[in-house]
T-cell receptor
Framework: EAGVAQSPRYKIIEKRQSVAFWCNPI?????LYWYQQILGQGPKLLIQ????????DSQLPKDRFSAERLKGVDSTLKIQPAKLEDSAVYLC?????????FGSGTQLSVL | GENVEQHPSTLSVQEGDSAVIKCTYS??????FPWYKQELGKRPQLIID?????GEKKDQRIAVTLNKTAKHFSLHITETQPEDSAVYFC????????FGAGTTVTVRA
């Protein structure tokens, strides 16, 4: 079974620039999540999709972060403009039931 | 929302000894408690989980216990091996999954 695919693996940008991350979930998984993991901390949920609808985006900084899941499969997460404190690993996960399967993440460094 | 606290933040054990990590949660509605292992530079991987209608679950050298009354759950690793060295995260699910801050486990050879 193929896992959750994410790209890019690493990204370095300057503050105020924009960046986008892509995620392809495990085939058949209706629920997709984006988590932010700051070094030394546990993952924090940014947004949760059920098919192509948003279930929870209460912790998404909507002034700079946006996410979409067109056609209920792939998803993109965008940051515009980036701040220094956005430096983190962005993890995508998908689930069929309550068990989450994570991708390898995108390590973002904002300089 | 759910608040999950995890202790200790770091744990060093001698190979062959046991390791115990404890977590508490705040929302009595939480009904699913997974544990994830994250090796350096890799993705978090589910190692064991427990639902609120079960008090204990074992899988080879790892076990999880749940005390719903006290709202805490624990991960037990027996006969630790060097490959058990990693960061371990607990989590609790009310309507969304909230993670603890993690425990860095180091197994000394």
């Amino acid at each position: 079974e193929a896992g959750v695919a994410q790209s890019p693996r690493y990204k370095i940008i300057e503050k105020r620039q924009s960046v986008a991350f892509w995620c392809n979930p495990i085939s058949g998984h209706a629920t997709l999540y984006w988590y932010q993991q700051i070094l030394g901390q546990g993952p924090k949920l940014l947004i949760q999709f059920q098919n192509n609808g948003v279930v929870d985006d209460s912790q998404l900084p909507k002034d700079r972060f946006s996410a979409e899941r067109l056609k209920g499969v792939d998803s993109t997460l965008k940051i515009q403009p980036a701040k220094l404190e956005d430096s983190a690993v962005y993890l995508c996960a998908s689930s069929l039931d309550e068990k989450l399967f994570f991708g390898s993440g995108t390590q973002l460094s904002v300089l | 929302g759910e608040n999950v606290e995890q202790h200790p933040s770091t744990l060093s054990v001698q190979e062959g000894d046991s390791a115990v990590i404890k977590c508490t949660y705040s929302d009595s509605a939480s009904n699913y408690f997974p544990w994830y292992k994250q090796e350096l530079g890799k993705r978090p991987q589910l190692i064991i989980d427990i639902r609120s209608n079960v008090g204990e679950k074992k899988d080879q050298r790892i076990a999880v216990t749940l005390n719903k009354t006290a709202k805490h759950f624990s991960l037990h690793i027996t006969e630790t091996q060097p490959e058990d060295s990693a960061v371990y995260f607990c989590a609790a699910n009310d309507y969304k999954l909230s993670f603890g801050a993690g425990t860095t486990v180091t197994v000394r050879a």
